[in-house]
Nanobody, 126 residues
Framework: QVQLVESGGGSVQAGGSLRLSCAAS????????VGWFRQAPGKEREGVAA????????YYTDSVKGRFTISQDNANNTVHLQMNSLKPEDTAMYYC???????????????????WGQGTQVTVLS
């Protein structure tokens, strides 16, 4: 199994930055990809960014391209999401997720990852 723990959420003024972290443990081959997803009240869960453990290929949803950066520290089993130029519409609960099937982490995927963290709240004030 895989355990995922998010940290780094909080409140920030529009235009500000936050860095989310996802600490992962458990069977490494179940963590071939890690994705960040978000869900705002009354909206569907949305894939934001993803990274593949082998090779480090990254994916982003269009609305965050150029503002968010996903990265991984394989030595410490941690994935980060650096969020810059934050907008009020980025306000949501952010979840870290992982899977052995890399396609499940990519933004826009229909088949969601099997393993999820508890989430961390991000609030962007206008």
């Amino acid at each position: 199994q895989v355990q995922l723990v998010e940290s780094g959420g909080g409140s920030v003024q529009a235009g500000g930055s936050l860095r989310l972290s996802c600490a992962a443990s458990g069977y490494i081959y179940s963590r071939n990809c890690v994705g960040w997803f978000r869900q705002a009240p009354g909206k569907e869960r949305e894939g934001v960014a993803a990274i593949f453990r082998i090779g480090g290929t990254t994916y982003y949803t269009d609305s965050v391209k150029g503002r968010f950066t996903i990265s991984q520290d394989n030595a410490n089993n941690t994935v980060h999401l650096q969020m810059n130029s934050l907008k009020p519409e980025d306000t949501a609960m952010y979840y870290c997720a992982a899977d052995y099937e890399t396609r499940r982490c990519v933004p826009g995927t229909i088949a969601l990852p099997h393993f999820w963290g508890q989430g961390t709240q991000v609030t962007v004030l206008s």
